[in-house]
């Protein structure tokens, strides 16, 4: 009897581990550059001590960002699936309102460290990052109105899901202005609690 063939690699397990290790460098890199953002400035860090931080080279960070500030925004955008996998586990929170009030309160305690913060902060107070902050929003949008239509699949209520994710998200920005106004004494959640109350008063 032949021996059986060596069984070959699962080229999945091996994209897999490369991606993990994509996203272990790409982190590092963020977190690298964040340090320096928050220590040095934005405006003073440079690229060439980005990378010297992160243990790479100038040519390894742009195959990972176009630029220092795709950092900022990347590291306040990455919440879109936290947030879309949220609002699918609170889907017994009652109606489609409720049900994104509840998720974006359990993920509140996410965004309460220092470094969120501050980084926040940095990102409002640039007029250029500011604009480009605003396309996450709409992105947490989307997701929002996707994972609504995964709960609530009939396509007659589409129209009043995605008017839900719209007017959620806006709650969401304002709790977030005013916490970063307060410098985050307060927990977020409880700005968000206040949010979507006055949001339902008014409706």
Known sequence: MRDPQPRQDDPQKREGLRERKRRETSQRISDAALELFLNRGFDATTLDEIAEAAGISRR???YYFA???DILTAYLGRR???LMAAVRENSSAGEPIDVVCNALIKLASKFGDRKTIATAGLVSGSEFLGIRNQGRYLTFEQGVA???FELWPKKERRDSLRLVAMVSIGALRLAVDSWLEHGGKRPLAKYIEEA???LKAEI
């Open 67 to 69: 630029s220092k500030d």
């Open 146 to 148: 996707d994972a609504l």
């Open 196 to 198: 979507f109350r006055n």
């Open 60 to 62: 390894t960070f742009f």
């Open 80 to 82: 879109t699936d936290e």
